[in-house]
């Protein structure tokens, strides 16, 4: 992602240069679920930070539970190879968590093994025969005072019972004890010392675009450890899911001529903003009238279509606009038949001037007043 940050930085100069305005991508963060994360008892307090390799925006920190609600929204400006992550990271700062780093730091030092006993400790010490000095020096006397000779086999036996018990056989070595599998924590999530993040999701916006064009677009990305898994038989190692987060995408085309701050700056604002251009490109009735006034100076039957507000004059043939009334400059409606303004004169006498049944006169900021009249009663009520 980081790649992308020169070409981002280019495309910025660029625009404020030429004065050629980029699309606006409003991301809304609404939440985290299907967490799967060995959470402490303690309170655990987290953020999602948007990285795209220019800006590093981080969410308030809230405590970490499953199908929690964020609600953060980020606007960020869009270019061709536009993607972005976003990380869970945990606060550091946290009593319970500076705990859980430092045993997973400093595990348990393992029990050494006991040491081997000596076979020489184990051999009971061998009986000595002592041998006379008198004996030595007078050898005339030995056959005088030695014993018979025993037979053969009384010599071996007397000789075997003499020799030494066989020695003690030694106790077979105990392997060193190991230690004991460290409890599966939350610590073990980060990837080292300085890192506080558990989990992250990388998005490319590029394959998305088009279906959050003007419009919201909900969607999920699964969120993934640091590191990687078991293997599997295929011998790929996939990092696991810990938690999926849930995303609004909304896209807001280019537009030339208007300033940064002139731009809406939310998803709602944008909305709102879509909505109030449909409503002024909305057809909401058309029909023939009468206008007097304006560019008729005398009575002219005219085929009128109520676009937003503004009344569109059409040519009938051609179907072409030939002239719109701006209504939102009128400031006053008046019903010239009714009983208390009706001017009265005989329906005989007809006066292209005069005031003309089932009409209704405008009157504007300027003071011109434009009167028009239907062909028929339901009409007029339409209208």
């Known amino acids: 992602m980081n790649t992308h940050a020169k070409e981002l930085r280019a495309a910025r100069a660029r625009e404020a240069i030429e004065g050629k305005a ?4 409003f991301v809304k963060v609404l939440g985290l679920e299907a967490l799967n994360l060995p959470l402490p008892k303690e309170e655990t307090h987290f953020c999602i930070t948007l990285d795209n390799g220019i800006d590093y925006i981080r969410t308030p920190y809230q405590v970490l539970t499953d199908g929690v609600r964020i609600n953060q929204e980020f606007s960020l400006v869009e270019h061709s190879n536009f993607e972005f992550s976003l990380s869970l990271d945990i606060r550091r700062s946290d009593p319970h968590i500076v705990k859980l780093v430092h045993e997973r730091n400093n595990p348990p030092k393992a029990a050494p093994a006991p040491r081997p006993v000596s076979r020489q400790l184990l051999e009971p010490p061998r009986p000595q025969t002592p ?12 056959a005088l005072f030695q014993s018979p000779r025993k037979p053969k086999h009384q010599r071996s036996q007397s000789s075997i019972s ?8 030694l106790p077979p070595a105990q392997p060193a004890q190991s230690s004991r599998p460290q409890p599966e924590t939350i610590a073990r999530y980060l990837v080292d010392a300085n890192s506080s993040t558990v989990a992250k999701t990388h998005i490319a916006f590029k394959p998305i675009s088009r279906q959050c064009e003007a419009k919201v677009l909900e969607i999920r990305y699964p969120m993934f450890a640091m590191f990687k898994g078991t293997a599997k038989a295929d011998g790929t190692s996939p990092r696991p899911q810990v938690a999926k987060i849930t995303l609004q995408f909304l896209r807001l085309p280019p537009i030339p001529g208007l300033e940064p701050e002139e731009l809406p700056g939310s998803i709602e604002e944008t909305l709102r903003g879509l909505r109030h251009h449909a409503w002024h490109d909305q057809t909401y009735h058309e029909g023939i009238l009468t206008q007097v006034g304006g560019d008729c100076r005398v009575p002219r039957r005219r085929m ?6 503004n009344l569109v004059a059409i040519n009938e043939v051609t179907r072409k606009e030939v002239a719109s009334i701006d209504l939102a400059e009128a400031v006053e409606l008046t019903d010239p038949n009714a009983a208390a303004s009706a001017p009265k004169r005989d329906l005989d006498d007809y006066d292209p001037f005069g005031v003309r049944p089932r009409s209704f006169q405008l009157k504007f900021k300027d003071g011109e007043k434009l009167t028009f009249s239907a062909d028929k009663d339901d009409d007029k009520a339409v209208w």
């Open 162 to 169: 003499a020799m030494p018990p066989p020695p003690a056989p």
């Open 22 to 25: 980029s699309g606006t991508v």
């Open 304 to 309: 009128f279509r109520l676009v937003g507000a």
């Open 131 to 142: 041998v006379s000095s008198v004996a030595s020096r007078t050898g005339g006397f030995r």
